[in-house]
């Protein structure tokens, strides 16, 4: 088929570089966008005089009658067509004649396509956030229910100090509602209107980008119409925010992945998210939250390529940025993927609570409650870290804990030490006793759940 644009060439293009070139097996994705945009667009033609107010109707009421055909399968993407810009005008002009010739006038492909992404994109924002939303909503949820779920908290992986498992929860819904501040941030800059930049240097006709902007619920035209065209800076910033969110929910997996383990055994996934072995009878393995943290390498691969893809780009247009889409819906089709299974895979996994418990119970992690008692009765914290190490080094010695060591060896050391030690020491009492702003008592998550459920509210 002749290209719109065969005017200027005298041979058609080689069939490979045809393929080569063409865009529409991943842009066609975007067929509701590019006539949404195309309707803003030949409406304000026709409001204008640009062109004839009935001619804009029909073109307006032609791709109306496109996007309907597409949407109940009546109609479907040409392959052959060069993108999704082509299929559409080509379609249109199909049905109306040199009506639908018309509706290119006074557009390029290039502010075209800049405003479909952004369109696209602020569609995928608000579900994505959603996602994000209803995952913060379960963690709020489950918190609730394990205020008082003892388990040890770690630094370098090794058992630090005993927190519940509603404070460990509620750190990954902070970190999800920055996600959420990040993607309505990109949302901001990413919510202005390319149409009108034309090529690259507008259009000597009087158009009226201000009224295409509000048709299509922008905040504002953007000022240049070289930036219009040349920017992508939306879908880095976007890749970006996604990239976050992958990096949370990786750490997170990688987390439920050493709590299922036997070493561990802090949780138990139910069967319908976990996966067996074709050769060990006795496995069951987190593959969801193993594939998320996979998955998380591949979504920083598509914000370095376009990261790459952009940076030695002249203004305005270049073809490069037709690869800005593959790398973007991928980011955006793997998040959603990872949000929508790692959810449920977490809302139904089993608690092993006094496994948690079991495991606060070894490791020491009351020493520094101790030192603190000491402390408490006066002495200069450094002092009593110090009593508190001996006192650590016996019980290792001795296979005892602090909580089982005898007082009269308490005593040996130091004779602050009295039989309140022991209250002071119990692990509910140093998880309960951080009534802090941020700690682990049960009234502090509980206020930190109700701060989180109030940001979503406004969200
Ligand atoms: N398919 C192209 C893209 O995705 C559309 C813009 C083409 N513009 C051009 N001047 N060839 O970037």
Same mark, same amino acid.
């Given at each position: 088929?002749?290209?719109?644009?065969?005017?200027?060439?005298?041979?058609?293009?080689?069939?490979?570089?045809?393929?080569?070139?063409?865009?529409?097996?991943?842009?066609?994705?975007?067929?509701?966008?590019?006539?949404?945009?195309?309707?803003?667009?030949?409406?304000?033609?026709?409001?204008?005089?640009?062109?004839?107010?009935?001619?804009?109707?029909?073109?307006?009421?032609?791709?109306?009658?496109?996007?309907?055909?597409?949407?109940?399968?009546?109609?479907?993407?040409?392959?052959?067509?060069?993108?999704?810009?082509?299929?559409?005008?080509?379609?249109?002009?199909?049905?109306?004649?040199?009506?639908?010739?018309?509706?290119?006038?006074?557009?390029?492909?290039?502010?075209?396509?800049?405003?479909?992404?952004?369109?696209?994109?602020?569609?995928?924002?608000?579900?994505?956030?959603?996602?994000?939303?209803?995952?913060?909503?379960?963690?709020?949820?489950?918190?609730?229910?394990?205020?008082?779920?003892?388990?040890?908290?770690?630094?370098?992986?090794?058992?630090?100090?005993?927190?519940?498992?509603?404070?460990?929860?509620?750190?990954?819904?902070?970190?999800?509602?920055?996600?959420?501040?990040?993607?309505?941030?990109?949302?901001?800059?990413?919510?202005?209107?390319?149409?009108?930049?034309?090529?690259?240097?507008?259009?000597?006709?009087?158009?009226?980008?201000?009224?295409?902007?509000?048709?299509?619920?922008?905040?504002?035209?953007?000022?240049?119409?070289?930036?219009?065209?040349?920017?992508?800076?939306?879908?880095?910033?976007?890749?970006?925010?996604?990239?976050?969110?992958?990096?949370?929910?990786?750490?997170?997996? /990688?987390?439920?992945? #050493?709590?299922?383990?036997? +070493?561990?055994?802090?949780?138990?996934?139910? !069967?319908? @998210? %976990?996966?067996? $072995?074709?050769?060990?009878?006795?496995?069951?393995?987190?593959?969801?939250?193993?594939?998320?943290?996979?998955?998380?390498?591949?979504?920083?691969?598509?914000?370095?390529?376009?990261?790459?893809?952009?940076?030695?780009?002249?203004?305005?247009?270049?073809?490069?940025?037709?690869?800005?889409?593959?790398?973007?819906?991928?980011?955006?089709?793997?998040?959603?993927?990872?949000?929508?299974?790692?959810?449920?895979?977490?809302?139904?996994?089993?608690?092993?609570?006094?496994?948690?418990?079991?495991?606060?119970?070894?490791?020491?992690?009351?020493?520094?409650?101790?030192?603190?008692?000491?402390?408490?009765?006066?002495?200069?914290?450094?002092?009593?870290?110090?009593?508190?190490?001996?006192?650590?080094?016996?019980?290792?010695?001795?296979?005892?804990?602090? /909580?089982?060591?005898? #007082?009269?060896?308490?005593? +040996?050391?130091?004779?602050?030490?009295?039989? !309140?030690? @022991? %209250?002071?020491? $119990?692990?509910?009492?140093?998880?309960?006793?951080?009534?802090?702003?941020?700690?682990?008592?049960?009234?502090?998550?509980?206020?930190?759940?109700?701060?989180?459920?109030?940001?979503?509210?406004?969200?």
């Amino acid at each position: 088929m002749a290209k719109m644009w065969a005017g200027r060439f005298k041979k058609e293009v080689d069939s490979k570089v045809n393929d080569f070139n063409s865009s529409i097996s991943f842009d066609g994705r975007m067929y509701r966008h590019d006539i949404m945009g195309s309707i803003a667009h030949a409406t304000m033609l026709g409001k204008t005089g640009i062109i004839d107010p009935a001619e804009s109707e029909k073109i307006i009421t032609g791709l109306e009658g496109i996007l309907a055909d597409l949407d109940s399968g009546a109609l479907s993407l040409d392959m052959e067509a060069e993108d999704i810009h082509m299929f559409v005008e080509a379609e249109l002009t199909k049905r109306l004649g040199d009506t639908g010739k018309r509706l290119h006038t006074a557009r390029s492909r290039n502010d075209q396509v800049a405003v479909d992404i952004r369109l696209y994109l602020r569609d995928e924002i608000k579900e994505i956030s959603a996602e994000v939303q209803e995952l913060i909503q379960t963690l709020c949820e489950m918190a609730s229910e394990h205020t008082e779920t003892i388990m040890p908290g770690y630094t370098h992986l090794q058992r630090a100090q005993p927190i519940t498992f509603a404070h460990h929860l509620m750190a990954y819904a902070n970190m999800l509602l920055r996600d959420l501040g990040r993607l309505s941030d990109t949302m901001k800059r990413m919510n202005v209107n390319p149409l009108g930049s034309s090529a690259l240097a507008t259009t000597t006709y009087p158009i009226d980008r201000e009224m295409t902007s509000s048709l299509l619920h922008f905040d504002a035209p953007m000022a240049n119409s070289l930036d219009g065209v040349s920017d992508r800076d939306f879908c880095i910033e976007l890749a970006s925010a996604i990239s976050t969110i992958m990096m949370h929910l990786s750490r997170f997996s /990688e987390e439920i992945i #050493l709590w299922s383990s036997w +070493e561990f055994k802090f949780i138990e996934l139910d !069967d319908a @998210y %976990a996966t067996g $072995s074709s050769i060990m009878p006795q496995k069951k393995n987190p593959d969801v939250a193993e594939l998320v943290r996979g998955k998380t390498g591949r979504v920083y691969g598509d914000l370095v390529s376009l990261l790459s893809m952009m940076k030695s780009l002249p203004l305005a247009y270049n073809k490069d940025m037709q690869e800005d889409k593959e790398a973007i819906f991928d980011a955006v089709d793997t998040v959603k993927l990872c949000l929508t299974t790692f959810t449920p895979m977490l809302k139904t996994a089993r608690i092993l609570k006094e496994n948690m418990r079991a495991a606060a119970a070894k490791g020491f992690i009351n020493a520094t409650d101790c030192a603190d008692y000491l402390v408490k009765k006066g002495m200069p914290f450094r002092d009593a870290y110090k009593i508190t190490g001996t006192l650590v080094g016996i019980c290792v010695d001795t296979g005892k804990t602090l /909580e089982t060591l005898p #007082l009269s060896t308490y005593r +040996e050391l130091c004779g602050l030490f009295d039989e !309140d030690v @022991y %209250a002071a020491i $119990s692990l509910e009492q140093c998880a309960m006793a951080r009534n802090v702003l941020g700690g682990p008592a049960k009234e502090s998550v509980e206020r930190q759940i109700a701060q989180v459920k109030a940001a979503l509210e406004t969200a």
